[in-house]
């Protein structure tokens, strides 16, 4: 039996078929079970149909936020001009913005980490408090939140820097701190300054490792952005979501969180192949 | 090797799997689940599950019940996707989730309805007629825009609703958030985070569902194919249900030291106080008799006023995207009439277990 054979190599169809079996056996449980409920209950709104779901879609992509714009005024515009104003672009950009936001703070984090493993007295100053914040869940401390960024906009990008900044920050702090001794004394010996040291020889070595760590990290932002954004909000992804969860929109849902993962699975193959093109020696990843 | 080890973990789960399978067949009963979630008119099913009233009844009419406490949308989730038989919600979710979603849903107890316990509050002195262009925070498609909108409505500013830039709070979090960012100047929300709310300083009051009173009900409603079903057993939960409800709303209406011991055991279901708990009593019309409840249920107001919930439901979508006219979703009403198409009945109010409650037969 070669399934549990560590030297075999499967066939191209193998490969092919199998990677693609549990994609193809949840489409059809899920048909399944939609088709099986309509049966029961034409009106089911929990797992909508392929036409419930296609009419979701052009309901978020071609159309404006119901509430908002009167339909008569998009009327004629071009599929184009109607994707731009349909409330999933709307509620794209402006869940990319805060999402934007949060991944440029992770950039200080990352220096603070180096700083902090290579300068004793930034190390000193810092580890011990981020230790401890990092254990904090600041979900849990909403209200506090709310008094120090209000409950608008920055709240919501706080929210990710204090979620996500620590982990960013001690995990640079450990690749810096792995980084052989014996290099930083190399580096010395050439006559290289600290500064040298510190961005010319660790940061450039541990940079892949870095956005590998950055990268691994974007869920969580996410998380967080999501949870920001139903906290309260008047626009983004989870907003709209929230909002359909009152009425059951699950044919709306569906497509938003396929969109979401669609969209995550860009920024992280995007982010895998910069790695690869700017660090091409680095092979762990 | 490998192969005996793979035969001995199948062996296992199957086994496993045997002993689960086996259980529920052990108890013969029909078992039922109502949800509900905290409000002061449901937490009354804390305490019918924790004294033992609810068993008694069950056993009365020999099944068993299950009673189970949610948050307010998973019980309303649970409901829809028919994970439970009956569930204690608004008479506007009634129709925005079960009816609108194709579950034919019957409400079998009207329990009270909000009379302050909904509101609009501002700080800086802020009025209805100031809202437009600031920002409310509420949570959207609830009651509670409901009562903003009725509120603009009533005071002639229909026509400015849509200016008003509104902030989906999660409830969860609205009372930290309006106190603690004095930048938003208006909240719409419910008790007891209104009681809170209010005992800031400069926080006023402007609005309330004193001032609709019977439009925002809170019921018990049940599955209509559970109270079909062919064995009578969902008959006999409704009756449980019932006959369970009226004698906890008769403790709860008492004076003096017994009843204030059952509000007390009732708070303790919200981790709340007995003071704290008879406060939103006093802005709750609880229907403590099932005479009370019938008389509204038959009442020509109560058309009126579901009328205007659906009309509202209606306006946002909330009865469905695809529900091109307002009588797709239809309600019967106790007197057999239906507004909207008749084929189409999907909330029904139906009286005959407040009748049997009232004339003491259940």
């Known amino acids: 039996m070669s399934l549990l054979n560590v030297n075999v190599k499967p066939s191209r169809t193998a490969c092919w078929t199998l990677s693609w079996l549990l994609f193809a056996t949840g489409i059809v449980l899920y048909f399944y079970t939609a088709q099986k409920r309509h049966k029961e209950n034409p009106d089911d709104r929990v797992v909508p149909t392929l036409a ?43 869940s990319s913005r805060r999402f934007f936001y949060g991944l440029a703070l992770l950039f200080p984090a990352v220096l603070l980490g180096l700083h902090m493993g290579i300068f004793p007295y930034f190390g000193v100053f810092f580890l011990r408090f981020i230790l401890f914040f990092d254990k904090i869940i600041a979900l849990s401390v909403l209200p506090i939140l709310f008094i120090a960024f209000g409950i608008d906009e920055l709240s919501k990008v706080m929210l990710i820097v204090i979620g996500v900044t620590p982990t960013i920050i001690l995990d640079t702090f450990n690749l810096t701190k792995g980084v052989p001794p014996e290099q930083l004394v190399k580096g010395f010996t050439l006559g290289a300054s600290d500064f040298d040291v510190a ?19 974007l869920k969580p932002l996410m998380l967080f952005l999501f949870a920001g954004e139903m906290i309260a909000s008047t626009d983004g992804l989870a907003y709209r979501i929230a909002l359909l969860r009152r009425h059951m929109g699950m044919n709306i849902i569906i497509p938003y969180v396929l969109w979401v993962a669609f969209l995550l699975f860009l920024v992280d193959l995007t982010m895998r192949l910069l790695n690869k093109k700017l660090h091409p020696w680095f092979r762990e990843a | 090797m490998v192969y005996r080890r793979i035969g001995i973990a199948t062996g296992v789960l199957v086994a496993l799997l045997g002993a689960a399978s086996v259980a529920p067949l052990a108890a013969d009963k029909p078992a039922f689940t109502v949800g509900w979630s905290v409000y002061v008119g449901w937490n009354p099913y804390y305490y019918m599950n924790k004294s033992g009233i609810m068993k008694k009844w ?33 008479n506007m979710e009634a129709l925005d989730m079960p009816a609108a979603a194709g579950i034919d849903t019957t409400a079998m107890i009207v329990g009270d309805y909000s009379n302050g316990n909904d509101a609009v509050l501002t700080r800086n002195g802020v009025k209805l007629k100031d809202l437009p262009g600031k920002k409310l925070l ?35 979090d609205i009372a930290a958030a309006f106190l603690s960012d004095k930048s938003h100047e208006a909240v719409v929300t419910w008790k007891p985070l209104v009681s809170q709310i209010s005992k800031q300083p400069g926080v006023t009051n402007i609005f309330n569902s004193s001032q609709i009173p019977g439009e925002i009900l809170d019921l018990t409603v049940i599955r209509t194919d559970v109270l079909n079903r062919a064995d009578g057993s969902g008959q006999k939960f409704a009756k449980a249900l019932a006959g369970a409800w009226y004698e906890t709303m008769a403790l709860m209406s008492g004076k003096g030291p017994a009843a204030d011991k059952v509000l007390a055991a009732i708070a303790e279901g919200s981790q709340d106080s007995l003071e704290s708990y008879k406060e939103q009593l006093s802005t709750t019309h609880l229907l403590y008799t099932p005479q009370a409840a019938l008389q509204l249920s038959t009442s020509p107001e109560l058309k009126q006023k579901m009328t205007l919930v659906k009309q509202f439901c209606f306006n946002h979508a909330l009865l469905g995207e695809n529900t091109k006219s307002i009588d797709d979703v239809a309600i019967r009403y106790p007197d057999a009439s239906v507004e909207g198409k008749p084929g189409r009945v999907r909330l029904r109010f139906e009286t005959v277990y407040m009748q049997m409650a009232s004339q003491g037969k259940l």
Request: net charge neutral.
């Open chain 2, 58 to 90: 069950a056993d009365k009419y020999g099944i068993s019940i299950k009673v189970q406490r949610f948050d307010y949308a998973p019980s309303l989730d649970a409901f829809v996707a028919k994970n439970i038989e009956a569930c204690a919600m608004t």
């Open chain 2, 138 to 172: 509420l949570v959207e498609k609830t009651v509670s825009q409901y009562l903003f909108e009725r509120g603009m409505a009533l005071n002639g500013l229909e026509s400015q609703i849509k200016q008003v830039r509104l902030v989906n709070t999660s409830d969860s």
């Open chain 1, 199 to 217: 961005y010319r020889v660790v940061l450039k070595q541990i940079w892949p490792r870095v956005l590998n760590s950055i990268r691994l990290n």
């Open chain 1, 52 to 94: 419930q779901l296609a009419a979701g879609i052009y309901q978020a992509a071609m159309s404006p936020d119901g509430d908002e714009a009167p339909a008569a005024q998009v009327q004629g515009q071009s599929a184009f001009g109607r994707f731009h104003t349909s409330m999933l672009w709307t509620d794209t950009v402006a």
